[in-house]
């Protein structure tokens, strides 16, 4: 299959989805993420695939929305591109949920953001050593989708959780790891072969019962976590409305401290 922002790849059973917009951070647009969940129901189905890796080209592994994308409506209707985006995101955390398989994100750079939602959303997460973290959200002034309020604080714990998307301070690989977010920290140059080595575990292990436990864990969390997208969804289209959003996108792509009215 032919993709335009991803590459996918499959071998003895792994299948590996790469982000592949390197110059942008692979920050997601809508058809990104069209994409990457098109991907993620083909790994579903298909029976020679046993585990799922994503990971991201170049030197981040996703920064987040795509504020490029987000620009063209600021003038117009700056909620519009987010009403589409975010039910496909939200449909896509869903399926790396129900993946009956197990899903590692192996995060190779830069983090951010809806990033951060898809990495909380699989099922291990191996982190290169030179990785940096960021929320991301509020400095532009807006607020957590793709799940993230619900499952990084089931990752960190709600304290953490809220200094993340309230301070959104940019921290580090062994802090993640600290912190509970990522499960390993691996030395830059054996982020590939240490993410192959556990996905090869994984393909040799009783795949159906790791379908059947996830299913269980899944049964304790889905229900929060659909409810948690809706009101992701209505908080990020109202927050998208404001004054401070438009100031932090002009704020950010022309480098300077946002001025934020509180409006």
């Not at 792994?14 to 058809?31: V, Y």
């Not at 029976?47 to 987000?70: Q, Y």
């Not at 983090?111 to 909380?120: D, F, R």
């Amino acid at each position: 299959m032919k993709y335009k922002k991803l590459i996918f790849q499959e071998r003895n059973g792994i299948a590996k989805i790469t982000l592949n917009r390197p110059k942008e951070f692979n920050a997601l647009d809508a058809e990104g993420v069209n994409e990457l969940m098109k991907v993620i129901d083909h790994c579903r189905v298909d029976g020679d695939i046993r585990v799922v890796i994503i990971t991201g080209e170049g030197r981040a592994f996703c920064a987040g929305g795509d504020i490029g994308f987000f620009k063209k409506f600021l003038e117009s209707n700056p909620s519009e591109p987010f009403r589409d985006l975010l039910k496909i995101l939200n449909a896509l955390i869903i399926s790396l949920r129900r993946m009956p398989k197990p899903v590692i994100a192996s995060i190779n750079g830069a983090i951010g953001g809806g990033g951060m939602a898809i990495a909380s959303a699989c099922d291990i997460r191996i982190c290169a050593s030179s990785a940096k973290f960021k929320t991301g959200y509020t400095t532009v002034g807006l607020v957590g989708d793709g799940g993230w309020t619900l499952t990084v604080p089931m990752l960190i714990g709600l304290g953490r959780a809220i200094e993340l998307m309230l301070l959104d301070s940019v921290f580090d690989a062994k802090q993640a790891l600290d912190w509970g977010l990522v499960n390993f920290v691996v030395e830059d140059s054996k982020l590939d072969r240490f993410t192959n080595d556990i996905a090869s575990r994984l393909a040799r292990g009783p795949t159906k019962a790791f379908a059947i436990a996830k299913e269980n864990i899944n049964q304790a969390v889905l229900g929060q976590l659909e409810h948690q997208l809706e009101l992701e969804g209505i908080g990020m289209v109202n927050a998208s409305g404001t004054h401070d959003y438009i100031e932090g996108v002009k704020a950010f792509l022309e480098k300077r401290e946002p001025l934020f009215k509180g409006y």
